[in-house]
């Protein structure tokens, strides 16, 4: 029923832009809580941000905030994720995911569906 296709990776120099790109099945941005998670090798999954339904809320890992910005349209099914000032620790798989239960949400295990990620290379 939840479908959710990443797009938008590849690689980019440090201190550089790069937007990635979340689409999702009829309904899921608007029905449920969604948000960014990356994972590098050799590493556990770790958050990144999170926006409410109705995008009146977010919520950033300590490491991202100030540069990366969360943000969606509903009427495209469409979650963003805007990184400026990439750096090379930026270098990931970049996942989206969506929350079925009430409440922003900062761990893995909180969410219920997942896209295949995007891999997000910063060179220095």
């Known amino acids: 029923q939840v479908q959710l296709a990443e797009s938008g990776g590849g690689l980019v120099q440090a201190g550089g832009s790069l937007r990635v790109s979340c689409t999702a099945s009829?309904?899921?941005?608007?029905?449920?809580?969604m948000g960014w998670f990356r994972q590098s090798p050799g590493k556990e999954r770790e958050f990144v941000a999170a926006i409410s339904r109705f995008s009146l809320g977010t919520l950033y890992a300590d490491s991202v905030k100030g540069r990366f910005t969360i943000s969606k349209d509903n009427s495209k099914n469409t979650m963003y994720l805007q990184m400026n000032t990439l750096k090379p620790e930026d270098t990931a798989v970049y996942y989206c995911?969506?929350?079925?239960?009430?409440?922003?949400?900062?761990?893995?295990?909180?969410?219920?569906?997942w896209g295949q990620g995007t891999q997000v290379t910063v060179s220095t």
């Open positions: 995911a969506a929350k079925s239960q009430a409440g922003l949400g900062t761990k893995v295990e909180e969410y219920d569906y």
């Open positions: 009829e309904g899921t941005v608007s029905n449920y809580r």
